[in-house]
DNA sequence: TCTCCATATTTGGTAAACCAATTATTTGGT
DNA sequence: ACCAAATAATTGGTTTACCAAATATGGAGA
C-alpha cells in the first residue's frame, strides 16, 4: 500500500526546471551545443521547450550556480569551458541531487566535522573560544532545564567550523544544518540521556580546542557524533530492506 | 588608490536578490517575524521592496534552497522553526558567501578528498574500479601527448568520490570542481613536469584503492593532494600582505 | 447558535509584455 | 569598394497580467 502511494506521487515530482535541465544536457552531450558556445536566446529556449521563460531563466540560473553557465546580461548565456564529460557528470548530479538522502548527509558531517574540529583548534582565536564557550553554556541551560535543545547543539558545531577561518568548510557544515535539524527533532534520534551525555561530550571538546590539542578535539568529536552516525546508518540499512522487499 | 576603486565597485554589486535576502534577515532577527511565521505575500513583499515579484521568488528560491523557507503552493511561505540565531547565522553566511576564496576552496577539497578516497577504498564495487581506472588512462593519454588535462585529472577524483556511495560528498566535492578548474587553469599553477609526476601518483592511488587499502589510498591522496595546497596557502598569504598594505 | 455550502479573495505558479543596452544591418558618403 | 554613422533587430533584465488551487468569508438552513 505505501509503496503505491509514494510511486504515484513520484512520477509527477519532475519539474519543469529539471525538464529543462535534461534537455539542455542532451544539447550539450550529443554535441549540439558545444563548451564555449552561446546558447539561443531565452526566448527561443522557452518556445522549443514549449515552457514559459521564466522556466528556462530558473534553470540556467541553477546551472550557472553550479558553474556551468555563464551568462552576459545583453549578449547571452555561454555553456563553461568545460569537456563534455565533466558536464554530463556535473548536471547528472545536480538533476539526481536528493535532500533527502539523511544517512549521506549525517556521514558527511561526520566527517567534515572531524576536518572542522581539527582545523579550529590549529586556529582558534580567543574570541573564537569565547563564542564556543557561550554557545556551549547555552545548551546546557537548556538540558538542564529540561528542555530541547537540538539547535543549541548544532550552534556550538557551527562556531566551532567558524573558528576554522575556512568560509568553504563553514558553509558545508551550515548548509547541512536545517535538514539535520529536521531530522533528528522529527525521528527524535536522541533519547532524554543523550542530551546529559552531550553535555560532558561538548565540555571535552571545547578543553581540547582551549588546549590547542587537534589530536584530542578530533577524538573527542569522534565520540561525540559516533552515536547518531551509527543509528543513521542502521536506519539507512533498514529502508534498504523495506524498499528491495 | 586601489582600496577607492574597490570600493566603488562594491558599493553597486549587492543585487536585488542580496538586499531582499538582507531585509528579509532583518525581519526576522528584529522579530517582525517569528520562526514558524507565514511570510507577507510575494506582492506584498515585492511592493515593500520597491521591486519586482522575481527577484523576491528568486529571494526566497534561494533561502529555500538552504532550508530557511519552505513555500507550499498556493498557501504561502513559512520561516523554517530553526531558532534565530541559527537563522540569523546561516543567513549571514549566504550573503557573505564567496566563491573566489580560493585557498578556502583548496583547502576544502583537500580535505574532502581525504575522506572520500577512504570511502571509496572501503565500498569501491568493480564498476567503480573500471571507472576510476578508464578516467586514468584518459588522464595519461592526454599528457603524454602533451596536452593539457586538468578536467581528465578532475573526472579521476569524481569517479573516486562516486565511488564512496554517499551522495552528499560526492554533491560537495563536484560543487567546487567547475572553480578550481577556472583557478587552476588561469593561474597555471601546475607546471608541465606535474602532469608528469601526477600519473605516477594517481596510479599509487589507483592501486591502494583496487586494494582497498584505505591508509594507503589516503596518503597516497595526501601525497597528490599536497603541492597544490601549499602553493595555495602561500597565494592566500601573499593576498593578505597585498591587501594589508 | 451552530453547521455547512457557495462565493469571493488571496495565494504561489506561469506566461507574456515592456525596457534599456548591445549587436547586426543597412545606408549614405567618400 | 570601403568605411562610418544611423537604424533595425535581438539580447537578458524587469515588471506586469493572468491562472488554478487553496483559503477565508458570509449567509442560509437546522
Do not use: W
Not at 556521514?107 to 569565547?130: G, H, M, N, Q
Amino acid at each position: 500500500m505505501k509503496e503505491l502511494i509514494d510511486n504515484i506521487q513520484a512520477i509527477q515530482v519532475e519539474s519543469p526546471v529539471d525538464k529543462i535541465i535534461r534537455q539542455l544536457k542532451q544539447l550539450i552531450v550529443s554535441g549540439q551545443l558545444k563548451p564555449g558556445d552561446r546558447l539561443p536566446a531565452e526566448r527561443a529556449l522557452s518556445e522549443k521547450f514549449g515552457v514559459g521563460r521564466s522556466y528556462v531563466r530558473e534553470a540556467i540560473l541553477k546551472l550557472e550556480f553550479y558553474g556551468l553557465l555563464k551568462t552576459n546580461p545583453q549578449s547571452g548565456t555561454y555553456v563553461s569551458g568545460l569537456g563534455i564529460k565533466v558536464i554530463d557528470s556535473l548536471i547528472t548530479d545536480i538533476i539526481k541531487f536528493n535532500k533527502d538522502d539523511f544517512s549521506a548527509m549525517v556521514e558527511a558531517r561526520y566527517y567534515l566535522e572531524l576536518d572542522s574540529v581539527r582545523l579550529a583548534a590549529e586556529r582558534k582565536s580567543s574570541e573564537d573560544i569565547e563564542a564556543i564557550e557561550q554557545a556551549m553554556n547555552d545548551y546546557e541551560a537548556k538540558v538542564n532545564n529540561g528542555e530541547s535543545a537540538v539547535e543549541e547543539d548544532m550552534l556550538f558545531h557551527v562556531m566551532i567550523a567558524r573558528a576554522t577561518k575556512n568560509s568553504v568548510i563553514e558553509s558545508m557544515i551550515l548548509n547541512l544544518i536545517p535538514d539535520l535539524i529536521k531530522h533528528i527533532t522529527e525521528n527524535k534520534i536522541c533519547g532524554d540521556n543523550r542530551g546529559k551525555a552531550a553535555i560532558e561530550e561538548h565540555r571535552a571538546i571545547f578543553e581540547a580546542l582551549k588546549a590547542g590539542d587537534i589530536d584530542a578535539a578530533e577524538n573527542a568529536m569522534a565520540g561525540h557524533l559516533d552515536e547518531i552516525l551509527q543509528i543513521s546508518r542502521a536506519d539507512f540499512a533498514a529502508k534498504l530492506l523495506i524498499n528491495n522487499s
